[in-house]
Antibody, heavy 118, light 107 residues
């Protein structure tokens, strides 16, 4: 049974960094790309980018370059999202999602709420 | 980027009703469209991929149709657990983009 389990909610001050984890189980981690999606409070879904779980090569969407870093630890089937220099507008739920075929996402993590507040 | 526009933004319906949600793409995406359901406080759940293919485990009351720029999600007989927000998403090209969502509310 496929599961993506994300790390818990975070409360951070502006300027701090946060690292969100997404641990996969129930399938071979390197078979499918991992995508990241953001959902601001009360808003819709926004594509952030993805990481090739075979090569570790990340691709970032426009607006998610510079402060956002995707990484992997394939030994523990885990993908990571790190956001640095946090701003209030980074407050959102961050999801990881598996892509089994052409830009469709069949399994999602439960989401990680990141709140940035002084 | 391809813009996805859903209508209506919200719909009020009762259990047993037939509900139809429309999604329009700003350019031709052939059949590369997915639909997701999101319940409050939960992650999105894939319902339909490739415009009309039902994801495994999804009830058959959900169906999708369309191609090119115009697509439809239909719930044939609304059930209590279907009150949620629904998103379309184009899967034709990077970046994948989502509609703004349609909230199905209790009438």
């Amino acid at each position: 049974q496929v599961h993506l389990v994300q790390s818990g909610s975070e409360l951070k001050k502006p300027g701090a960094s946060v690292k969100v984890s997404c641990k996969a189980s129930g399938y071979t981690f390197t078979t499918y790309a991992m995508f990241w999606v953001r959902q601001a409070p009360g808003q819709g879904l926004e594509y952030m980018g993805w990481i090739n779980t075979n090569t570790g090569n990340p691709t970032y969407a426009q607006g998610f370059t510079g402060r956002f870093v995707f990484s992997l630890d394939t030994s523990v089937s885990t993908a990571y999202l790190q956001v640095s220099s946090l701003k209030a507008e980074d407050s959102a739920v961050y999801y990881c999602a598996r892509e089994p075929f052409r830009l469709s996402f069949d399994y999602w993590g439960q989401g990680t709420l990141v709140t940035v507040s002084s | 980027d391809i813009q996805m526009t859903q209508s209506p933004s919200s719909v009020s319906a009762s259990v047993g009703d037939r509900v139809t949600i429309t999604c329009r793409a700003s350019q031709n995406i052939t059949s590369w469209l997915a639909w997701y359901q999101q319940r409050p406080g939960k992650a999105p759940n894939l319902l339909i991929y490739a415009a009309s293919s039902l994801q495994s485990g999804v009830p058959s009351r959900f169906s999708g149709s369309g191609s090119g720029t115009d697509f439809t999600l239909t719930i044939s007989s609304l059930q209590p657990e279907d009150f949620a927000t629904y998103y379309c998403q184009q899967a034709n090209s990077f970046p994948p983009t989502f509609g703004q969502g349609t909230k199905v509310e209790v009438k």
